[in-house]
């Protein structure tokens, strides 16, 4: 399977396949969005919206957007404009559940946070929700625990960030290229 599966930017033709990953991903949860959310999300930052392409079908999906430090997408609101600012907000990474454990996650974050180096980005934050603050720690975020994030975000969700890293000799390793 790896070697067919490409990161790639999302085009218009993958929203439903998004929808429907999100849509399965946090089922139960309340945190579903559905496509046209997520669209206006995509439609500010598509420079920073990518997917992972399996060939047949995608396995995943991540979607970035400029937003201020300590701040982050109002979840019953669509977006209406890019905020103009060095950080990316990451606001949702997501992958198959059969393709879990496989690194893809990962492969899908190292390959934003080289972008996000090229487009001159400092910092990148999210919003860790259902229990994930560990694999975001292991991929470098800190966790502000003194910012309120809003309960529509879930139980336990944790606002982290991290630094864009810096072009040069260790680039390369430190955006996981």
């Not at 201020?68 to 103009?84: G, K, N, Q, S, V």
């Amino acid at each position: 399977m790896d070697h067919a599966t490409r990161v790639r930017a999302l085009a218009d033709a993958d929203w439903p396949q998004v929808a429907a990953l999100e849509a399965a991903a946090y089922a139960g949860s309340g945190l579903t969005e559905g496509q046209a959310a997520l669209e206006s999300r995509g439609r500010v930052s598509p420079g920073t919206c990518f997917v992972l392409d399996l060939g047949d079908r995608l396995g995943g999906y991540v979607l970035a957007l400029p937003y201020p430090e300590a701040a982050f997408p109002d979840l019953t609101a669509p977006e209406r404009a890019a905020h103009r600012t060095a950080n990316l907000h990451l606001h949702d990474l997501v992958v198959d559940e059969r393709l879990r454990g496989r690194g893809l996650g990962a492969r899908l974050a190292g390959h934003l946070t080289a972008v996000a180096a090229d487009r001159g980005f400092e910092r990148m934050s999210l919003v860790a929700v259902a229990g994930l603050e560990g694999f975001w720690r292991g991929l470098g975020y800190r966790a502000h625990r003194d910012i309120e994030v809003p309960s529509g975000y879930g139980p336990h969700a944790l606002y982290m960030s991290t630094r864009v890293p810096v072009r040069g000799p260790s680039y390369r390793k430190e955006a996981g290229r």
